[in-house]
């Protein structure tokens, strides 16, 4: 039986692409940029976003924006920690952040749960000659 | 690899509406921010409130029908006379649960967030207009039950506290690593239903945490019973001193 009751979307990877959105125009209309070509996210698996849904959801908030079209493109951080007791560096499962060395718990993360917006590639862009980086 | 066309290569080209359309200043600019950048100023703004009012903030959060309500009401009862509560509840359609709060004599400000499955810090923002923070104590910020979403976004809280009620299973940290590692106390909840249960072991439920690198506390309580309650009210008295204005007051003259 089909049920009648309002569907829920349980996800805040929309909210997180709105979010991309309004930071990605921004940078777009810093530099009078009238297209943005490309979009690129740093995510660790812990960041607690699924990659997936973000590229699912991107085009629905970026419709009618100079940000339609954009192709977005995301890089995996990997999971490192570094032991607090022996102090070395391993990878390790989100699941499981133990030293891969001593099996200690007492680790701390060092890569892993990152969630930044890394790069964007901007179409017309006026060319800035002094600053390469900017902050929105 | 392109996901529009299938090319392979850079920034050749880029699609609006299926066309490819020739790139002319394609240049990558580096940003290297939080995605949530916004929603963490909203939770700096908020916690300067916080600050000013001496109000210590907790977020519950937890999945559905762990018992934050329930815990709500035992503490409020708890820490009548000596601390005073106050409750800002997420709530997906209804106002059952602000209304449980008023009537275990806390104020309470629903938010109602339709089809969100998390609290944001512009949220919070909204809700305390409705409140006088300079009478309260304590405040909670019941947040949307889900294991998933409300662990990214920072309400301004100074403490986050996830419930997890024996009924769930011990394993839920190893499956919801993000939530977990973001509590800094971790409440087992329902411990009056522990034998009925019967598999679940807190010691388990613990390791799993620190599977997670996680130093929080672990707190067992039964809001029905009362059962651990003490110790959990201890924590707030400790959290809230460590915040109020008396004791920043007194740092300072022993500063100065």
Known sequence: ?136 | MCDTCGCVGSADHFHVAGSVVPVRAGRPVEVLQALLHDNDHQAAHNRTHFAAAGVLVVNLMSAPGAGKTSLLEATIGALHGRLSVAVIEGDLETENDARRIRAAGAQAVQITTGNACHLDADMVHAALHALDLRSVDVLFIENVGNLVCPACFDLGQHRNVVLLSVTEGDDKPEKYPVMFRAADVMLLTKLDLMDAVGDFEPERAKRHLRGLASEASVLEVSARSGVGLDAWIEWLVTEHAARSPAKVTEAAVANA
Not at chain 1, 92 to 119: I, K, Q
């Open chain 1, 1 to 136: 039986m089909r049920s009648l009751q309002r569907s829920i979307t349980p996800v805040h990877e929309l909210a997180i692409c709105q979010a991309l959105l309004s930071q990605v125009l921004a940078v777009a209309a810093s530099r009078s940029a009238g297209h943005i070509g490309r979009i690129t996210l740093r995510i660790g698996p812990l960041a607690g976003v699924e990659p997936r849904l973000l590229v699912t959801a991107f085009p629905l908030v970026a419709a009618g924006t100079p940000a339609e079209g954009a192709i977005l493109e995301i890089e995996n951080a990997p999971v490192q920690v570094r032991c607090q007791v022996c102090g070395s560096t391993s990878d390790a499962r989100p699941n499981r952040l133990l030293c891969g060395t001593c099996g200690a718990w007492r680790v701390v993360l060092l890569t892993g749960d990152e969630m930044l917006l890394a790069r964007v590639e901007l179409l017309d862009a006026v060319p800035l000659e002094t600053e390469e980086r900017i902050h929105v």
